[in-house]
T-cell receptor
């Protein structure tokens, strides 16, 4: 699976949009972009995924660049409960031995 | 949907003892994964089941580790002769994957925190 690069940490203000970048310049055509987050003392939680189109759900929006080499997760109105480590993962949908491979993630602190 | 359940939540053991963790996936989820997470790191893949078949094991899973999923329902992860380096959070996840992996969503439990003294 392709490797991803994320900033190790970022702060954002409560009520404002949080934009989390992810670089995946070696992504291949059969790989999806996934985002998970992990709140302290809990297991990771699925947020959203996409292949090449932008996606939106009740939690977030995912913007993937046209060349697919980077993406941005947008939390439209960050709350204190969004404080967590956010993982950007690329994963093939057809490789044998398929698995989610987590990197270091971005530690997001939402401040009042 | 009651979520993925893991027991116990915490386990303290002495070096050399055997420990067993249990994972109950979401009902009718046919895929089950085990991950391990140490402090400050992302989760690391250990092994994966499709129904009762164990289809992949990481090299992290030494011969002291064994996982089972009898009848394709709950799963157990056993560590024999525990070492201090085994101290970690052990996470279980399940998914309702059918066929390919495109768009598969994993649902994680809260994990079992193991401390080896």
């Amino acid at each position: 699976d392709a490797k991803t690069t994320q900033p190790p940490s970022m702060d954002c203000a409560e009520g404002r949009a949080a934009n989390l970048p992810c670089n995946h310049s070696t992504i291949s055509g059969n790989e999806y972009v996934y985002w998970y987050r992990q709140i302290h003392s809990q297991g990771p939680q699925y947020i959203i995924h996409g292949l090449k189109n932008n996606e939106t759900n009740e939690m977030a929006s995912l913007i993937i660049t046209e060349d697919r080499k980077s993406s941005t997760l947008i939390l439209p109105h960050a709350t204190l409960r969004d404080t967590a480590v956010y993982y950007c993962i690329v994963r093939s949908f057809k490789a044998a031995g398929n698995k989610l491979t987590f990197g270091g993630g971005t530690r997001v602190l939402v401040k009042p | 949907d009651t979520g993925v359940s893991q027991n116990p939540r915490h386990k303290i053991t002495k070096r050399g003892q055997n420990v067993t963790f249990r994972c109950d996936p979401i009902s009718e989820h046919n895929r089950l994964y085990w991950y391990r997470q140490t402090l400050g790191q992302g989760p690391e893949f250990l092994t994966y089941f499709q129904n009762e078949a164990q289809l992949e094991k990481s090299r992290l899973l030494s011969d002291r580790f064994s996982a089972e999923r009898p009848k394709g329902s709950f799963s157990t992860l056993e560590i024999q002769r525990t070492e201090q380096g085994d101290s970690a959070m052990y996470l279980c996840a399940s998914s309702a994957g059918q066929g390919g992996f495109g768009g598969e969503k994993l649902f994680f439990g809260s994990g079992t925190q193991l401390s080896v003294l």
